[in-house]
T-cell receptor, first 115, second 114 residues
Framework: NAGVTQTPKFQVLKTGQSMTLQCAQD?????MYWYRQDPGMGLRLIYY???????DKGEVPNGYNVSRLNKREFSLRLESAAPSQTSVYFC??????????????FGPGTRLTVL | AQSVAQPEDQVNVAEGNPLTVKCTYS??????LFWYVQYPNRGLQFLLK??????LVKGSYGFEAEFNKSQTSFHLKKPSALVSDSALYFC????????????FGAGTRLAVHP
């Protein structure tokens, strides 16, 4: 079991460039999440997908789009990167539903710098 | 408004001494509370959670947390700190509205000195 995997680990972009961050989980979880981590601010939810085929905005969705490709994969896209999107991005997953304890499991993160 | 506060940016403790990392929360309804730890250049690792039941919750690596409803607190504790416990610790609460969305505190850096 690899758990939650993310690619790439590091990325440097120029302002205006686009890129997609990939996330996959092999725990048969139904819900997946994208967070960003900034110093002194903890983690903030960007988007989430409660189940395959659904996505919803979190706390800070502006400038991002997501795709729940299948049950395993949940990607985050930056269409036109801005320096304010320099951050560490984490993907997480959980098994959501009655009777489950809803603990989220996190990937190793992607460190993104936008110049 | 729902929120989590970790009032200390950093906690310093000597190895072998007890440690406490503080967390207070504000949420409507019964709180679901979590502690995560982040080691340098790593993702977050789950430590423990409070859903219901005993106010003292035991977790991984010898950590425990005490839920106090009247003080709306969920402080993380360990009786004897190790140098290897040095890391960034996050408290989180499940937000209302379903789908297990989490609200995180800003994090507390724990430094354990030999």
């Amino acid at each position: 079991n690899a758990g939650v995997t993310q690619t790439p680990k590091f990325q440097v972009l120029k302002t205006g460039q686009s890129m997609t961050l990939q996330c996959a989980q092999d725990m048969n979880h139904n819900s997946m999440y994208w967070y960003r981590q900034d110093p002194g601010m903890g983690l903030r939810l960007i988007y989430y997908s409660a189940s395959e085929g659904t996505t919803d905005k979190g706390e800070v969705p502006n400038g991002y789009n997501v795709s729940r490709l299948n049950k395993r994969e949940f990607s985050l896209r930056l269409e036109s990167a801005a320096p304010s999107q320099t951050s560490v991005y984490f993907c997480a997953s959980t098994l959501l539903g009655q009777g489950f304890t809803d603990t989220q499991y996190f990937g190793p993160g992607t460190r993104l710098t936008v110049l | 408004a729902q929120s989590v506060a970790q009032p200390e940016d950093q906690v310093n403790v000597a190895e072998g001494n007890p440690l406490t990392v503080k967390c207070t929360y504000s949420v409507s309804g019964n709180p679901y509370l979590f502690w995560y730890v982040q080691y340098p250049n790593r993702g977050l690792q789950f430590l423990l959670k409070y859903i219901t039941g005993d106010n003292l919750v035991k977790g991984s690596y010898g950590f425990e947390a005490e839920f106090n409803k009247s003080q709306t607190s969920f402080h993380l504790k360990k009786p004897s700190a190790l140098v290897s416990d040095s890391a960034l610790y996050f408290c989180a609460v499940r937000a209302s509205g379903g789908y297990n969305k989490l609200i995180f505190g800003a994090g507390t850096r724990l430094a354990v000195h030999p």
